[in-house]
């Protein structure tokens, strides 16, 4: 694919707008949105400055986290068009010649190997906060809530609170990478739309400039293929 990251098109849009993973989404979206509120009536019921200055940080985590799931559901449809436009209008990277398709195809693994670095970050930071790796009701308030309020059924809502969390994660860093993937692939048709611009008489490097000057036939075509890199440009900055 001319897509030097599609890797990242297919974590964060391919998969992440699955029917399969839309419905997680709501799922999750719902039970955790559940959640918090309990936890905000439990700190209510149970305020000290230590408590709040201790799990105040962790609310507003998961308050943008809650807030990026929504936000993903109500621009589902603009995401959608806008990536697929992306795609439709974009120029192969081999169209501007050998050497800068090198030049895409070596700055574009470099940028690959910081993202999949990054994401494998991610991934460990949320996997060491499973109660696996030890006693988490310290660090979670959820722990706290579920044997409050629920008592002897709280294991439930406790396995599917850290059962869901790498999911959570994934939710909050979609619509950054999503954002990410497009910057990164204008980036690369501007720079395409720049070789194309020099490169655009070459073919005629050969006929002399005074011929060029009076030839007709020569005009026309530079006509035309400046006309076609504006519309690539304005529609690039649409």
Known sequence: ???????????????AY?????LLNKICLFFHSVVYMFQIYYMANHFNPELFSTKSLQMI???FILTTMVSSIYLEDDIVLLANLLLNISWS???????????????SRTINT???VALSLFAFSATILLPVFGDV????????????????????PYLFYFSTLHFMFYSAIKLGYLLLHGILNI????????????QISSDYDDVDEWQKLYN?????????????????HAILKM
Not at 1 to 15: A, G, H, Y
């Open 1 to 15: 694919s001319d897509d030097c990251f599609i890797v990242l098109r297919k974590i964060f849009f391919v998969c």
């Open 18 to 22: 699955h029917r399969y993973t839309k």
């Open 61 to 63: 985590i998961f308050l």
């Open 93 to 107: 990277i081999d169209s501007a010649g050998v050497e800068t398709r090198n030049l895409i195809t070596k700055k």
């Open 114 to 116: 910081f993202n999949y």
């Open 137 to 156: 009701s310290e660090l979670f308030l959820c722990v706290r809530v579920f044997d409050e309020y629920f008592g002897v059924w709280s294991k439930i």
């Open 187 to 198: 980036q690369i048709q501007m720079l395409l739309l720049g070789e194309h611009i020099l």
């Open 216 to 232: 007709t036939a020569y005009q026309k075509e530079m006509y035309k293929r400046l006309r076609f890199c504006i519309k690539q």
